[in-house]
């Protein structure tokens, strides 16, 4: 849908009308609902990462007539400038009377797992689908064989077919040729053309992230990479984790849960259109699709109530391979087209991380090695003498930009890095723009930078300025109220004390979360050969910061590797190699699941790994 189409008028006495700028649309919302809702359902694409509760303050829109009066959350989260320039916080006021607003258009959808794609490309490997073209004996008197048996002829062996596939054959052999193009997995035929129709063989490897979608499509027949698209997951608008989405399908029921699901769909269908676009095929070309993601994720993905996964004892409906065609989850490819997600471990160790426990080969070897995924949740795995132990930790959306007051995911106008010096401060921008916020890694360099300059202490407070001390301007604010100026102009980025807290409470979660996986499996920090660090907020990380910060523990700087989004890449190897999903199945039994909610230790190592380590 466009944004802001719909009615020109009003429908109803419940309904007023709203002038949107900059696009100078007119649309109708009803009385009562949110400016957030009411945006959000005409497709305005307003970021709400906490889901409309007033707790990230990202929902931004300036009134232009009809101004109400702020609350505290639009106190708490906006400077007085924009306050009394009409700024206000969409979740926090309700469509009462006609009025005027401006949205801040969004500079663009590129994520950082398709700026840092590593392509993948195979030369040999089975995908599982084929495409052959073969020649079907004609009927005869003497031997009155039905299509489909002299088709399984032809292909030796039995064949299974949907009406839709009949179909096709049927048109296909009514020709004086008998000559047809057969795509098939095993028994199962997907497709069947007249040659002169021969489709192009292609599949996609899928990453259903909780703040990211990213669709990769492949040639299976040559196995090259033909591009990668990824945005935004549009289940957002319903909050930025797992567990807020799983509330908002309890509340709402299977009518919840199919929402949630009518999201993610449009959002990757929107991605496979842009795919097949730019590689000039047609997406019903597209007979294979592999997934990954986290439980709850993949429970959405298929409209399966994940209500089980955010209460104890955490149980899904479901942790195995599943297989099933697009057209019962409705992707926009070949609707025969094999869909199949990989296994998960648990309701908190998902596909992903067994594809990135995969594609990393984590699970070989004796060497004792750390792998982490960071992201809304903290997964960690341990790999030591063949055994492979795995937790989650709930590490919250600080490491993607939420709960951040300047927070932002990893966009064109975030900030990514920054480098303090004796008197100037230097960020490195997404897309060289001026700075708009604050992604996952610049909050993680900017919090190494103000410590390792001596503005942040060990217990990650503001140390209060001093006349004499370079940059002490830049330190506004006390107590509570400190931040430090990131960037100058008219709208200036801070990093604020709570930001700096936020930061704190989600690097301890994994910090005690390799704690007690080194206990359980018997070993120190030390005895570690390697750290991987994967997900999309490897990709910008700094080794120095991770270790200034306290996030890795003190291993040194050669032992750990930064390897991306390894989720994506287990999933591109599984589509081109059908055998690996049954690789993927035993490292998935492998892994030892403990459960942190249950371990009393827990707690006070998390609490000791607050603080910031003493100055490296």
């Not at 409309?52 to 009134?63: A, D, V």
């Not at 700026?115 to 003497?142: F, I, Y």
């Not at 509330?247 to 919840?256: E, H, T």
């Not at 099933?324 to 997600?341: D, K, P, R, W």
């Amino acid at each position: 849908m466009i944004p802001g189409q719909g009615s020109s008028r009003s429908d109803g006495e419940g309904e007023h009308e709203l002038r949107i700028l900059p696009a100078g649309t007119t649309v109708h919302a009803r009385s009562g609902d949110t400016y957030l809702r009411a945006l959000q359902d005409r497709s305005f694409p307003i970021p709400s990462t906490c889901g409309g509760i007033g707790k990230c303050g990202q929902c931004r829109i300036r009134f232009v007539e009809g101004v109400p009066d702020p609350t505290p959350a639009d106190v708490r989260h906006l400077p007085p400038r924009e306050l009394e320039g009409g700024w206000r916080l969409a979740c926090e006021h309700l469509v009462e009377s006609p009025a005027t607003i401006e949205i801040i258009p969004e500079q663009g959808e590129l994520d950082q797992k398709a700026v840092h794609d590593t392509p993948l490309s195979m030369d040999s490997g089975d995908p599982g689908v084929r495409l052959r073209t073969v020649q079907v004996r004609s009927a005869s008197r003497e031997e009155q064989l039905a299509h489909s048996t002299r088709l399984g002829e032809a292909l030796g062996g039995e064949v299974r077919m949907d009406p839709e596939v009949l179909r096709r054959l049927a048109r296909a052999l009514s020709s004086a040729s008998q000559v047809v193009s057969v795509v098939s997995a095993g028994e199962r035929v997907l497709d069947l053309r007249e040659t002169s129709e021969s489709p192009r063989l292609c599949g996609i490897a899928v990453d259903v992230g909780t703040t990211t979608l990213a669709v990769f499509l492949f040639d299976l027949t040559t196995g090259g990479q033909l591009g990668t698209a990824a945005s935004r997951n549009p289940q957002r608008k319903y909050g930025a984790d797992v567990i807020s989405r799983i509330a908002y399908a309890r509340q709402n029921g299977p009518d919840g849960v199919s929402e949630l699901q009518a999201a993610v769909i449009s959002g990757l269908n929107a991605l496979i259109m842009q795919l097949a676009e730019g590689a000039s095929i047609p997406a019903d070309s597209i007979y294979k699709a592999t997934v990954v993601g986290n439980p709850t994720m993949l429970h959405l993905l298929l409209a399966v109530d994940p209500a089980g996964i955010d209460v104890s004892p955490y149980v899904p409906v479901f942790t195995h391979a599943v297989e099933c065609t697009a057209e019962a989850v409705g992707l926009a490819i070949n609707s025969q087209a094999i869909v199949e997600t990989l296994p998960a471990v648990s309701a908190y160790v998902g596909a992903d991380i067994v594809a990135g426990i995969f594609s990393t080969r984590l699970g070989e070897g004796n060497a004792p090695r750390l792998f982490l995924d960071v992201g809304t949740n903290g997964e960690i795995v341990l790999a030591v003498e063949g055994r492979l132990i795995a937790c989650s930790t709930a590490a919250g959306p600080a490491f993607e930009g939420a709960s951040i007051v300047h927070g932002m995911n990893a966009l064109p106008g975030a900030i990514e890095s920054v480098r303090i010096g004796q008197n100037d401060v230097r960020c490195s921008v997404i897309g060289d723009l001026a700075a708009s916020g604050i992604c996952g890694t610049g909050l993680l360099s900017a919090v190494a930078e103000l410590r390792r300059a001596g503005w942040i202490d060990a217990s990650g407070r503001f140390v209060p300025p001093t006349s004499d001390r370079p940059l002490a301007d830049r330190v506004e604010g006390r107590g509570k109220e400190a931040r430090f100026r990131l960037t100058d102009g008219d709208s200036p980025i801070h990093l604020h004390q709570a930001d700096v807290r936020e930061f704190q409470l989600a690097k301890a979660a994994l910090r005690a979360g390799i704690e007690r996986l080194l206990v359980r499996a018997g070993l120190s920090t030390g005895e570690l050969d390697g750290v991987l660090l994967g997900g999309a907020f490897s990709s910008s990380a700094k080794e120095e910061d991770l270790l200034q910060t306290g996030l890795l523990p003190a291993v040194g700087v050669r032992k750990i590797r930064l390897v991306g989004n390894v989720a994506g890449q287990g999933a591109k190897q599984v589509l081109l190699e059908r055998r690996s999903m049954d690789v993927c199945r035993s490292l998935a039994d492998r892994v030892e699941y403990v459960e942190l909610s249950g371990d009393r230790a827990f707690s006070e190592v998390y609490v000791e790994n607050i603080p910031f380590p003493e100055s490296r």
